[in-house]
């Protein structure tokens, strides 16, 4: 990985996308010790990676069958889920990434989709709380990753009414006095936690549930002077949070209460114009976490000659549409030109 060159960055305005793709695609030719540190997070990363190569339009960048192989090497036959790396234990994180991906790669019939419902099923616990695996791990990021997962491959009815009802009640016990959410009840509001449950309840039809003014106000106050936005009051600013912002912004169809240029500038200040990707601020070291995030927040900008992003699933709306799935959000008129 590089690190962000503050100044050359900062004083370009555009979007290096050939720059960019190439850093995506050679993700894995240097399998240094922080390649093997990450394993955990492997098939994450691919789905970071063939996300943000699909929005900045370069569909084809990974090699499919090979994308479609390793996938297939993490499939964890006890759990009957994927696991981040072959031989590691199935999980919901691992689970979703590989069905985003073999979705995007048009292979999601290769995946043993009755023992996936299976498990995403069993994690659902009594009190509408979600687990990430037999180990009992809750957060609310787990119940977005089982609705979204169930929703994309067309299982979401197998979850009775009592247990939606359930997971609809204690997402709103996960909602704070300031309209944002938290990772359990009475968990500080996060960004991120407000995504999860605010993508959640969209999927479930039920944006009814949250207080659109008082959370709108609260997500627009994240943006700090320099133009990035942050997770929660008194943070610096991250480029990650101009997806975990911006997505829940566009979903409450409130998009117009963030300044755009600033933090399109923001975003494109955090470039590596050298070796590509980008960082979690100007002058860091760039991951392919930051670099979807920073083009998916671009996309919902309407950044010029990108693909438009669906700020539910945070995959290429034209896959969304075309599934069915689509969710009433905003974006932003794409723009012709910029600045």
């Known amino acids: 990985m590089a690190a962000a060159s503050s100044s050359s960055a900062s004083s370009t305005s555009k979007l290096d996308v050939p720059l960019h793709i190439k850093y995506i695609q050679n993700l894995d030719k240097r399998q240094d010790l922080a390649f093997h540190l990450t394993s955990h997070l492997r098939l994450n990363g691919i789905y970071w990676g063939l996300t943000a190569s699909h929005i900045m339009g370069q569909p084809s960048a990974l090699d499919r069958e090979g994308v479609i192989e390793y996938v297939l090497s993490c499939w964890d036959e006890e759990a009957g889920a994927l696991g981040p790396h072959p031989n590691h234990d199935g999980h919901i994180l691992a689970t979703l990434s590989g069905i985003q991906i073999m979705l995007m790669e048009d292979a999601i019939d290769r995946i043993d989709v009755d023992s996936v419902t299976k498990f995403l099923l069993d994690r659902i616990n009594p009190d509408g709380s979600v687990s990430g695996d037999s180990w009992g791990e809750i957060d609310t990021r787990f119940t977005y990753i089982l609705l979204s997962s169930l929703s994309l491959l067309g299982r979401l009815d197998r979850v009775p009414q009592d247990k939606r009802e359930k997971i609809v009640e204690y997402i709103s016990r996960c909602r704070n006095f300031d309209g944002g959410f938290g990772r359990v009840p009475g968990a500080e509001s996060h960004s991120g936690q407000v995504w999860v449950c605010t993508a959640a309840l969209s999927i479930l039809d039920r944006q009814d549930l949250i207080d659109v003014p008082l959370l709108g106000a609260w997500l627009s106050e994240r943006q700090l002077p320099n133009g990035g936005l942050n997770g929660r009051p008194e943070k610096l600013e991250d480029v990650c949070y101009s997806w975990w912002c911006l997505a829940s912004i566009s979903i409450l169809g409130k998009l117009n209460w963030i300044n755009k240029d600033k933090l399109i500038h923001f975003i494109l200040g955090a470039q590596d114009l050298e070796d590509?990707?980008?960082?979690?601020?100007?002058?860091?070291?760039?991951?392919?976490?930051?670099?979807i995030f920073g083009v998916a927040g671009l996309s919902l900008l309407g950044y010029p000659g990108l693909e438009d992003i669906d700020p539910v699933y945070c995959m290429p709306a034209k896959i969304i549409d075309k599934v069915g799935l689509r969710k009433p959000y905003a974006t932003l008129p794409r723009m012709v030109t910029y600045p």
């Open 276 to 291: 590509g990707g980008i960082a979690d601020r100007p002058g860091d070291w760039v991951d392919v976490f930051h670099t």
